[in-house]
């Protein structure tokens, strides 16, 4: 495995200046830490800042919008740089370490949505609204290009922990530490529906197709099934004895083994092909590589993503997978907080931070900066733009297009 890249937080806002500098650094498996930096040397005829990283380091691309009048003193084509838009990526390498990263700088911050730590965030399927729950004890709908505020949803007791949009992109689904499931008009911030049956507070939702069902997961060590028209519980699909930290729902073709049932479900769920459900310290979610379909997983403890054969997985239950990991990717050793299937690979975030894309056709890695040293609890995507929630209270929205 590639020794991780660090790079500055605020590498971006750094080499605005002449003469700024970041430092970057390089963690190799049992050796000491190298240690370097980057520094801009001004503005090229390109308009392309003009970046050169100590020894040891290389500057591979840098990406930007180009200054057109370049007949400006350096001073000012920097000040037009600041007002075009900052560098906002960079690609470095190590090549004693043979690691590579690619750092994408965000592209807007909203600042304004809530006032304390920032725990669930998604984006609707047309991508105008975003909605995000806080410890504040708020869950707020807002405009996913600018961070306007729409809605505000009032109902909960104590915090909210999980909150998404229905396929519509019209109606909220919400858990909180109250133990109660709430849908939601994103039109009017009416609480339509209120589920009640947990006995601990709400860690994680799924949504079942399009939306007739939902699952729930809980610190009461159960996961729920979930009838939205009937505003009735189905059953319990799971009995974990612990957290159920997550939920993930998802449709499997016959090329995977889904195996039987050791006995017959008491709920109805031949229509839910493929459940999985995360408790204790993991959590799983089911992506598409190139080859057919695969098992993702991360462990908060281990703090490493794993790509394993999914194989012989029944439809209610996780823990029949007996097979190995195919490849194991240790980029941080804080937590794993959220995992996110994206295109031909996935999206992690860390405790400490760091957030990263993976990407079959990619031999880097893309590190999403920004946040410093604060835990990045969820991501989202819609598109070729992807949002983080963090602990310092800031949404952040970064472009793919910057690539």
Not at 173 to 192: H, N, P, R, T, Y
Not at 226 to 245: E, F, K, P, Q, Y
Request: charged fraction near 20%; proline fraction near 4%; charge should be neutral.
């Amino acid at each position: 495995m590639a020794a991780p890249l660090r790079i500055q937080s605020d590498w971006a806002q750094a080499l605005r200046k002449d003469e700024g500098e970041a430092w970057l650094s390089c963690h190799p498996p049992g050796k000491p830490t190298l240690y370097g930096s980057l520094t801009c040397q001004g503005i090229g005829q390109d308009g392309i800042p003009e970046v050169t990283a100590s020894e040891g380091f290389i500057v591979n691309e840098i990406n930007k919008a180009l200054i057109q009048s370049l007949s400006l003193p350096t001073s000012l084509l920097i000040s037009a740089l600041y007002l075009l838009g900052q560098t906002k990526s960079i690609h470095i390498s190590c090549p004693k370490e043979n690691a590579s990263s690619k750092f994408l700088a965000p592209y807007t911050t909203f600042s304004r949505i809530h006032s304390k730590s920032i725990t669930c965030l998604d984006i609707s399927s047309g991508g105008g609204l975003g909605v995000s729950s806080s410890t504040d004890g708020s869950m707020k709908i807002w405009q996913a290009s600018n961070g306007e505020l729409r809605r505000v949803l009032e109902g909960h007791v104590f915090d909210v922990n999980c909150c998404r949009f229905f396929p519509s992109g019209l109606v909220v689904l919400s858990g909180g530490m109250d133990a109660q499931l709430k849908i939601w008009s994103a039109e009017d911030a009416s609480c339509v529906v209120t589920f009640k049956g947990h006995k601990g507070g709400i860690l994680d939702t799924a949504i079942v197709d399009r939306g007739r069902n939902v699952v729930s997961g809980s610190r009461d060590g159960t996961a729920r099934l979930w009838d939205c028209g009937r505003s009735a519980c189905l059953g319990v699909i799971a009995d974990c004895g612990s957290s159920i930290n997550g939920v993930a729902v998802g449709a499997a073709d016959n090329s995977i083994n889904l195996g039987s049932p050791e006995q017959t479900p008491s709920v109805p769920l031949c229509w839910l092909r493929w459940l999985q459900l995360l408790h204790f310290s993991l959590w799983l979610l089911a992506v598409g590589w190139d080859t057919g379909w695969k098992h993702l997983s991360a462990g908060r403890e281990e703090s490493k993503v794993f790509r394993c054969e999914l194989s012989d997985c029944s439809y209610y239950s996780w823990n029949r997978i007996k097979r190995a990991p195919v490849q194991v990717i240790h980029r941080s050793g804080a937590p794993v907080l959220s995992l996110l299937s994206f295109r031909d690979g996935f999206i992690a975030s860390h405790g400490d931070g760091s957030c990263f894309i993976v990407q079959q056709d990619l031999d880097y890695l893309i590190e999403l900066t920004g946040a410093d040293c604060d835990p990045v609890f969820k991501v989202a995507t819609w598109e070729k733009q992807i949002y983080t929630c963090c602990r310092d209270g800031l949404v952040r929205r970064y472009q793919l297009s910057d690539l």
